[in-house]
């Protein structure tokens, strides 16, 4: 994580409504935290069984002052169903403890537009931006909870940096070689 | 298992449609095959992670000659969003192997029909009748899949029986001290 | 489970001594029962994380009228630390409940003497007797909790048989296609 | 993880033998890296089952570069069982991929010099010294893996520092409410 490449400055969430009791965020106002993008659609197994309680973990785990975490609703399938009310249902039932905001849908195609500005490849997607609000990590499918611990924990610890010198970030690598499998639905 | 005592002939499942590629089914027909039915809501965690999948691996598991697996969509709460269309996509996504049939709604109150006449008390909600369609079992909550194989064991060597001197069924003991919690839903 | 073909009665234990706090016991007085006996060593990960905890479920979940489980250390390697005694705090931290046998050393091999007599192929091995004590199943490796309960289900359920009219093991099946791996070692 | 505090210098480990084809470490010569001492008994259930597959998870998912993995065998118990020949079967069957080091016995009581000299509490203890080979964390049981990757992730991260003006270890606050149980063995 030394910083030697250009980093991608996270482009602001494009979104439709905020639920879960909370009112909206804008990255800007997260300079200076960590910030974890837990992006999933409410009919996607890989997000409910494994990315979900990840993101719920996360939450719980790091300090509000160091770290937060934001749910990225991205239907792009299925959206008759995927609706703003069965998402909010959805959330109460699960007892998800964090921000949900839902990705605003194209009026084009079916990948809505937070999605597309983020090149993401399907759900679910944990997506960390550092306290510069810079992409540091942009991972589709399942990642171990050290892993994502691991990442946090530098990120935290990592200085705030104000240059643009910054390294690529991990999405390259990661992104490389996914397929359609058990632990998410790619697009 | 010894049969002492009156046992509940199942009542006829009172459905709104069937789906998942499946004709719909009766009990009668299924005479002589050990029933499994798993009740559920597609917004009920409890079902999603532990119901749903015991459902899928007892079909996976005994011969379809033997056992006859049921997923039957016990809507009692946000109505509106548990809808057929929504559950179809459901099904979909996690590759529900099993017939499902949806409850029929009830005009005058939040629990459906079949939910009624079963007197069930929440979902995941396990049913299971014996060869002669008596009910045998009647679970609300989790139980270990030893178990569940245990009594499905049990009631496919059970010689079918025609006369009526039958024991009760386990639910009077299994639904005494049920709560709302992790596990499922209550009514 | 009709029985069709010729049953192997079960060959008597062949054993050195009994831990846990238990008489021995011999496979003619549990005629009545549906005799559970799991193979293992205390230094097999796939008895310790496995076998073991399935044994003590088969314990914990069926009746003692019904069923009597019997662990049987079969030591095949690493003989001089998997001792008697060593055996003994093993069976103490880990707090397994049921009685435990040590299999007979062998004098000119590795393989001890009921391990020989009853085939195994490795640890762990689970091996199920009616209540004739006949074998009615000797499977090498990982079965489903699910697979195990209805077996057992089965055989407490089938009517003591006084013919010799009986099916073949499924040992024969299942014994196939063995290799070493995570859920067990072969010889 | 500011360093307000004094920390404490780990004391050296005090072995008798390393094995797993490993020369013996000092942990002087680790300066520069995050060290992550899981220590252990062959025979404690919580070991088996989650703490030595975590110290692997640590051992596969951090640079070589950045993490040093050491086991430690810290008997305290049927010491006349869980002999190095013992342990080095058990390291062997369990494919333990990192050093261990075989803490030197008391001549004096049951437990061994090293667990004395980190105030251990039981086992599985796991202690993380940081660059400076300072304890940063010393804790008896069992904690998530996403809080273990936090708090590695965090120390790989932070600059090595040379003065001696740190903060409090955070074993004071862990160890307060220790108790015997499923989760690991207490002394």
Redesign the interface.
């Known amino acids: 994580?030394s910083n030697q490449h250009s980093l991608l400055l996270a482009p602001p969430l494009d979104t439709l409504e905020w639920i879960n009791g909370t009112k909206p965020l804008t990255l800007a106002e997260l300079k200076g935290k960590v910030v974890a993008i837990h992006a999933f659609q409410m009919?996607?197994?890989g997000c409910?069984?494994h990315g979900l309680p990840?993101a719920s973990?996360?939450y719980e785990?790091?300090s509000k002052e160091d770290v937060q975490v934001i749910g990225l609703h991205t239907v792009f399938e299925?959206h008759?169903?995927?609706?703003s009310?069965?998402l909010t249902?959805?959330a109460h039932?699960?007892r998800l403890p964090f921000p949900i905001a839902i990705d605003r849908p194209s009026d084009s195609g079916a990948i809505p537009h937070s999605m597309a500005n983020y090149q993401m490849q399907g759900t679910p997607t944990l997506i960390i931006l550092d306290k510069n609000g810079c992409i540091r990590m942009n991972h589709f499918g399942r990642m171990?909870?050290?892993?994502?611990?691991?990442?946090?924990?530098?990120?935290?610890?990592?200085k705030s940096i104000s240059s643009n010198a910054f390294e690529k970030p991990e999405s390259s690598i990661d992104l490389a070689s996914h397929r359609c499998g058990e632990d998410g639905?790619s697009i």
Chains 1, 2, 3, 4 share one sequence.
């Open positions: 994580m009919l996607c197994p409910v069984i990840q973990s996360i785990l790091f299925h008759s169903v995927m609706t009310e069965a249902a959805f039932e699960y171990s909870d050290m892993q994502v611990g691991g990442v946090i924990g530098r990120l935290i610890e990592e639905c």
